[in-house]
Each structure stands twice: as structure tokens, then as C-alpha cells.
């Protein structure tokens, strides 16, 4: 069974930074996508950062150049490099993966989820 174990969420002010890690049971040569999802009460789950195997890498348009998605294979984890947060980006951030595609709102596996909280 494939698990993904997200870590690095918390409460941070507007401005500042976090980083989340997200680290696969099994090797991440198993996954040619991964991604950051978010969601918030109420809303659908969206994907907020995608790369792949290749490290290629999009961004949704109210992250990009604020947020960095990278994949460390020798560490076997999928990084977030949250840079500039405001409070609209207080969410729950998933790690989703699939073993060759992830959609915008789905992924064949997912993490448990970690709260990010951004104060004004």
C-alpha cells in the first residue's frame, strides 16, 4: 500500500516562508507526477504545483514565483518552498501523486494533509 507522509505545515505571518516535504513508502522512481494540493472548508481540492519525473514543473497563477515545487530522488521526497505567504493561501496542503499523471482535482494516491495558517 502506498503512503504518503506530507510534513513542514504550521502557522507562520503574513511575508514569511515554510517549507513542506512529502516522502512515498516505496521509491518515488514509482511516480512520473507529483504535486500540492490545497483546499479550504468548503472548496474543491486544487492543484496549486505539478512536476514531473523529468523535473518539469507548472504553477497555479496566484503561487507562481512565490512558490517552488522540486524532487530530491536521492532523498526520496517532493519539496514546497513557500515564499511570501498571505492568508489566502491558509489551506490544507495534500501530497498527491500518480504513477503517470495527476489531474487538477485527483491524483491515484494521496498524503493526509498538513495545515498551513498564514496571519495578517
Known amino acids: 500500500q502506498v503512503r504518503l507522509v506530507e510534513s513542514g505545515g504550521g502557522l507562520v505571518q503574513a511575508g514569511g516562508s515554510l517549507r513542506l516535504s512529502c516522502a512515498p513508502s516505496?521509491?518515488?522512481?514509482?511516480?512520473?507526477?507529483m504535486g500540492w494540493y490545497r483546499q479550504v472548508p468548503g472548496k474543491q481540492r486544487e492543484l496549486v504545483a505539478r512536476?514531473?519525473?523529468?523535473?518539469?514543473?507548472t504553477y497555479e497563477d496566484s503561487v507562481k514565483g512565490r512558490f517552488t515545487i522540486s524532487r530530491d530522488n536521492a532523498k526520496n521526497t517532493m519539496n514546497l518552498q513557500m515564499n511570501s505567504l498571505k492568508p489566502e493561501d491558509t489551506a490544507v496542503y495534500y501530497c498527491?501523486?500518480?504513477?503517470?499523471?495527476?489531474?487538477?482535482?485527483?491524483?491515484?494516491?494521496w498524503g493526509q494533509g498538513t495545515q498551513v495558517t498564514v496571519s495578517s
Open positions: 512536476i514531473t519525473s523529468g523535473g518539469t514543473a
Open positions: 516505496g521509491s518515488i522512481f514509482r511516480f512520473n507526477a
Open positions: 498527491g501523486a500518480g504513477e503517470s499523471v495527476i489531474y487538477s482535482r485527483s491524483a491515484d494516491y
